[in-house]
């Protein structure tokens, strides 16, 4: 039987500029799932948000998957794999008055 563990990382919170998730420790994950729920978008808001890989959740570069910009409210996902031991998101959020109101969960898989 596979185990498996969802996390949520961001619960019902509004930005408005640029952050990145609190690091996840998922070594023992062999796949994982991002999934992104925008509840409310304002200001013309536009997130883009990509992976990143740390070895020690201290230090941290781009893992190479990126989600499609997001714009308006929804539910958004990607898969990650072979990420060694600790992910994040890395956010960018611009537009004239930006707000975006956002569920961030991460699922993962042995």
């Not at 998957?65 to 996902?77: K, M, N, Q, V």
Request: hydrophobic letters at 45%.
């Amino acid at each position: 039987m596979r185990r498996s563990h969802t996390a949520v990382i961001e619960r019902s919170a509004t930005f408005d500029g640029s952050f990145a998730t609190e690091p996840y420790e998922c070594a023992w994950a062999s796949e994982a799932r991002w999934f992104i729920r925008v509840m409310d978008v304002d200001g013309g808001a536009l997130l883009r948000a990509s992976v990143q890989v740390s070895p020690d959740g201290l230090f941290w570069c781009d893992e190479g998957t990126i989600f499609p910009d997001i714009r308006e409210p929804g539910l958004y996902s990607l898969p990650v794999r072979e990420f060694g031991g600790w992910l994040r998101l890395d956010c960018t959020i611009s537009g004239a008055n930006p707000a975006i109101k956002l569920m961030i969960t991460l699922a993962l898989k042995e």
